[in-house]
């Protein structure tokens, strides 16, 4: 099976995003972020609203039309991510930040974290923090992808490991969600359950997104969490690893009667409200 790779990773090293990559399914990447939004209550009518992780601007950009006369910052740690969403939405408001170092002078009224916390270690530790940040009666909203189990990112380990000369790049990915791939709504429950909540939620949802074929599902990991690991390797390299994962991923998911293939992507999904 041919593999094609855009010439744009030349020019990656491993800390870079390509916002032309990530941005290939940005509807089907920003449907999470409306449905983590819808969720939180309309008695919020909040004055300052920070998006964490906010990409390429897409998720900063719904939460202005859901509340435009609040105060709305995105912040993120990419460049490349930041220089996208300025320049596709100047009215809005973005920051180099990183989600690990971020703190507030004026506290917020909403932390909004849509497929960002995943890449962070020490959820224990991490949650509580940001929650304290939030002005009374304030929400923390948080998304993340729950697919780290599925043939997707697993098949990318198989093939990592398969060659020797391949096995140090796992490294980039065994930060903790390829290696215990499955995130507990029970475990996030545990730590939730110790803060100063007024209420919370927790839901999970399957996305069967329709994908015209193989090469479109490699498409969709090289703007996440297969980046560090094409962006490490010469172009041979990432040529004879994009075979051997479409390959491996043609057998992993069926190709329907329309000769499209549906990619089964779990998120879990959590809104948690600061009593007064």
């Known amino acids: 099976m041919d593999a094609f790779i855009s010439n744009s990773w030349k020019f990656m090293d ?23 939004l ?25 939460l202005k039309k859901r509340w435009p006369f609040a105060k709305i910052i995105g912040i993120d740690s990419s460049v490349e991510m930041l220089n996208s969403a300025r320049k596709t939405y100047p009215e809005l408001e973005f920051s180099q930040k990183t989600i690990e170092d971020f703190s507030v ?6 932390l909004f974290a849509n497929a960002s916390l995943h890449w962070l270690k020490n959820h224990d530790e991490l949650i509580p923090r940001l929650f304290g940040l939030l002005n009374t009666n304030g929400v923390l909203a948080i998304q993340i992808p729950n697919n780290f189990h ?13 060659h020797q000369k391949w096995q140090a790049l796992s490294q980039h990915l065994i930060y903790g969600p390829l290696e215990h791939p499955l995130f507990s709504a029970e475990s996030y429950y545990s730590i939730l359950s110790t803060l100063n909540a007024a209420s919370i939620t927790l839901w999970e949802t399957t996305y069967f997104q329709e994908m015209p074929h193989y090469q479109a599902i490699l498409d ?19 040529l004879q690893f994009s075979s051997e994962y479409l390959a491996a991923i043609s ?12 990619l089964p992507f779990r998120r879990l999904f959590m809104l948690i409200s600061k009593a007064p």
């Open 14 to 36: 491993k800390n870079s995003w390509n916002t032309e990559i990530y941005s290939k399914f940005l509807t089907q990447r920003t449907r999470p972020a409306q449905d983590l």
């Open 38 to 62: 819808a969720g939180i209550p309309d008695t919020l009518t909040p004055k300052l609203v920070y998006d964490l992780g906010c990409g390429p601007g897409n998720s900063s950009i719904i």
């Open 105 to 110: 002078t004026d506290k917020p009224d909403c």
């Open 150 to 162: 599925s043939a997707t990112h697993q098949v990318i380990l198989t093939v990592l490991r398969t």
């Open 220 to 238: 969709w990991v090289s703007g996440t969490v297969l980046r560090p690991v094409l962006s490490s390797m010469d172009p041979d390299n990432r």
């Open 251 to 262: 057998q992993a998911y069926d190709t329907q009667a329309n000769g499209k293939i549906l």
